[in-house]
């Protein structure tokens, strides 16, 4: 690397913007708004004048609320946005409400009717979800069949994001070092920003865009068929679009990879496994298909805040005492328990969370936690297989798992809870506080994915003193087997294998083993997965390179040069 390149890689980074769907605290529906938190925060406390741009949706105001977060929001401006139709010309308003959630750290939510209303040909109703109708919505539409699935106009909503986010950075002159979007609800910004007809700020055609791929999965795309909506909405050219097609669809992943400066993923290893091996067929083949063009897919791992999984904190945390992983101090871990399967058992619950089967306090017996959605890519079918057999070799085992997915999945845990009465219990439905408990109460935490792209419950769940049990794919990697939990490869035999092995370690005199891999595993996330070390080893040199690669360099050593080649021509 010559001088120029190593003082460029060195250069101090002032200003980041960050654009997201989600946010910890304010909105919420997966892994995202955790990272998008969590580097926020960090590159606020590095110094860096950082600002995150996200839909004002009616959640939001419940959330400050509901978590007591000090933030006070003003209106900075108002405007209209471009939202043509292919055969119309529409335009929506919207308002811009910033506040400061801490020193360096400014949030602008992005308020209009789109976010706040849903609106069908018959019926005007307030939206209540992020991506997916709501129960509420739903049956108020007169469709309970549209529960759980995505909006109708998801795509409107993702560009109205973007091009409020553009118009905001240029009116209120915002000039940042480089932007970054997050996955591929916001992965059109860079296209929209070099080659959109809204009259953008000029400056905004120049700044590097680099993007996160949360995950890649089909389903995960945002991408829509209609080409001449695609056009309209994002107003750029027909022909663009055209050109900008995999598989026959307008991709904002692809369209993102193809006009952004840069493109990671959030793990070493899904990045390797997408550009390298047959489980990128779980994308559709996005990965080959951006090596094929020369797009390089840079893996980094998520972090997480140790503070906010701190069981030294459980009060806080709504946990029934104070315990210390890192102290080896584990009373409190089995108060935690015995205080979360005794609620069980009284069926004392959050609101939100509808219980099935039942689950027996009993001391010294292990009990195995999952939390997550359950649906295919998680693989719950595979551990409801392993668990069957299980429990019919071993009455010393129970599990309990929190929460909502497909019904067919649902069906086989619903059989489980009815075969081993006291062992099996499924809460149906989430809520942040008791998936605390949960981890906290658990001694061994199922992930059991059949790809994962980085994972962070198996990150929150170490700190808890929940040991992991891995699928060994896409960011499960970093769950070392044997050191910081246990992993497998393969089907559910080999599941059943690994659950075995844990049970061996848990029935150790004295637990030895198992109390050095629940130490090792805090440590090693507070020595290499913080997200301060994350942003600082990882992201910052990405963006650097980000940063340097799209700073031309000229052919000629000097002005008059090309002004000499221009004359000559």
Not at 126 to 148: C, H, M, N, V
Not at 170 to 195: E, Y
Not at 404 to 426: A, S
């Amino acid at each position: 690397m010559d001088l120029e390149s190593t003082k460029k890689n060195k250069a101090r980074i002032n200003k980041i913007v960050y654009v997201s769907r989600e946010y910890n605290g304010l909105a919420g529906a997966g892994g995202m708004k955790d990272v998008a938190e969590g580097l926020c925060r960090a590159a606020a406390v590095a110094g860096i004048d950082t600002h995150i741009f996200l839909p004002y949706y009616r959640v939001i105001d419940q959330n400050i609320a509901h978590n007591k977060i000090d933030l006070t929001l003003k209106e900075s401006l108002s405007f209209e946005v471009a939202m043509n139709y292919a055969h119309s010309e529409r335009r929506e308003g919207v308002k811009i409400f910033f506040g400061k959630l801490q020193s360096n750290l400014t949030v602008h939510l992005i308020r209009s009717e789109r976010y706040s209303y849903l609106t069908d040909s018959d019926s005007t109703i307030d939206r209540q979800g992020i991506y997916t109708y709501t129960k509420s919505e739903a049956d108020a539409l007169g469709r309970p069949g549209l529960e759980g699935e995505g909006y109708h106009d998801f795509f409107a909503m993702n560009v109205l994001l973007v091009k409020a986010t553009l118009h905001t950075l240029g009116k209120c002159q915002i000039n940042p070092d480089i932007i970054h979007c997050h996955d591929a609800h916001t992965a059109l910004l860079p296209l929209i920003a070099q080659t959109s007809d809204d009259n953008y700020a000029t400056f905004l055609r120049y700044v590097p865009t680099v993007i996160t791929v949360h995950n890649a999965g089909r389903g995960y795309h945002q991408e829509i068929s209609d080409l001449n909506l695609a056009s309209s909405i994002c107003g750029v050219p027909h022909e663009l679009v055209e050109g900008c097609l995999r598989n026959g669809v307008f991709d904002p992943l692809f369209v993102g990879a193809l006009f952004g400066t840069a493109i990671n993923t959030v793990s070493e290893n899904y990045a390797r496994e997408l550009r390298q091996t047959g489980d990128d067929w779980t994308t559709g083949w996005l990965g080959h298909t951006l090596s094929g063009y020369g797009v390089k897919l840079l893996g980094i791992t998520n972090g997480v805040d140790p503070k906010t999984f701190n069981p030294e904190n459980g009060k806080e945390l709504g946990l029934a005492e104070n315990f210390s992983v890192v102290k080896g101090q584990f009373r409190g871990k089995e108060t935690c328990k015995k205080s979360l399967l005794e609620k069980l058992e009284r069926g004392e619950t959050p609101e939100t969370i509808e219980l099935h089967g039942t689950i027996n306090y009993r001391k010294d017996i292990p009990l195995f936690t999952f939390v997550g959605r359950l649906v295919e890519q998680k693989g719950y079918e595979t551990l409801a297989e392993a668990l069957s057999v299980l429990f019919k070799k071993e009455e010393d085992a129970q599990v309990f798992g929190l929460g909502d997915g497909g019904q067919e999945i649902i069906q086989l845990f619903e059989k489980l809870t009815r075969t081993y009465p006291g062992r099996v219990c499924i809460a149906r439905g989430y809520s942040e506080s008791f998936a605390n408990q949960v981890y906290a109460a658990g001694d061994f935490f199922i992930i059991p994915s059949l790809f994962e792209p980085c994972g962070l419950t198996d990150l929150f769940a170490q700190l808890m003193g929940n040991v992991p049990i891995v699928h060994r794919v896409g960011g499960l990697v970093k769950t070392l087997d044997g050191r910081f939990g246990f992993s497998y490869q393969g089907d559910s035999q080999k599941l059943l294998e690994a659950l075995s092995r844990a049970l061996e370690v848990y029935r150790e005199p004295e637990k030895k083993t198992l109390r050095r891999i629940q130490e090792d595993a805090v440590k090693n996330i507070i020595e290499n997965l913080t997200w301060d070390k994350v942003l600082e080893k990882k992201y910052l040199p990405f963006y650097r390179d980000a940063i340097a690669k799209s700073e031309p360099d000229l052919p000629y050593s000097s002005i008059d040069k090309c002004h000499d080649i221009v004359d000559d021509s």
